[in-house]
């Protein structure tokens, strides 16, 4: 089975200053990996998503992720985040060609401090 | 892009009554759907995976009997929490994977408390 492990459950930092939040994975077989951002009291929207191809992916507010498969990570990074950042970061992995539900982490809250 | 809808978002129960919480697909076929229970501050845990016209497949230590799930149509799928007790209060979120694009698409999620 499959599990994700985000290290930092909280993560403080200050407005326009860079961040990374960290996501390491175990799978036996090849995994699709996500990162998922949820405001309080609603649901999960997706940032970016690794299927294949390019190891460095990008979302449209900012933020890159680049899958490193000999060190099993996923790391989320921004260069200058802003106090909407202000969120808890999910990194999920599936597996299975899609029939399988999400492994998600126990979440990163990122904290922007003006 | 991919709209899931998710109903009711908040709902206060009477323990013992039971709760019903529907999830569509608004532009999409989603021939699989998933239903997903998050406790205050923690992540989201799977807790069914459910297949239009078939039956759902529950994870390990969820029972079924208590959280039937009905996958009626390509675009609604259905969560009913049988008797409900306070130790069933969460937040419930349902997650759609769309048919020709490899993406898993959340709900607003349900804010479930029994009183």
């Known amino acids: 089975a499959q599990s994700v492990t985000q290290l930092d459950s909280q993560v403080p930092v200050f407005e326009e200053a860079p961040v990374e939040l960290r996501c390491n994975y175990s799978?036996?077989?090849?995994?699709?990996l996500f990162w998922y951002v949820q405001y309080p009291n609603q649901g999960l929207q997706l940032l970016l998503k690794y299927l294949s191809g390019s190891t460095l992916v990008e979302s449209i507010n900012g933020f890159e992720a680049e899958f490193n498969k000999s060190q099993t990570s996923f790391h989320l990074r921004k260069p200058s985040v802003h106090i909407s950042d202000t969120a808890e970061y999910f990194c999920a992995v599936s597996v299975g060609g899609g029939a399988d539900g999400l492994t998600f982490g126990k979440g990163t809250h990122l904290i922007i401090q003006p | 892009g991919a709209v899931v809808s998710q109903h009711p978002s908040r709902v206060i129960c009477k323990s013992g009554t039971s709760v019903k919480i529907e999830c569509r697909s608004l532009?999409?076929?989603?021939?699989?759907m998933f239903w997903y229970r998050q406790f205050p501050k923690q992540s989201l845990m799977l807790m069914a995976t459910s297949n239009e016209g078939s039956k759902a497949t529950y994870e390990q230590g969820v029972e079924k009997d208590k959280f039937l799930i009905n996958h009626a149509s390509l675009t609604l799928s259905t969560l009913t929490v049988t008797s409900a007790h306070p130790e069933d209060s969460s937040f419930y979120i349902c997650s759609a994977r769309e048919v020709l694009d490899y993406g898993y698409t959340f709900g607003s999620g349900t804010r479930l408390t029994v009183v």
């Open positions: 532009d999409f076929q989603a021939t699989t």
């Open positions: 799978s036996s077989v090849s995994v699709y």
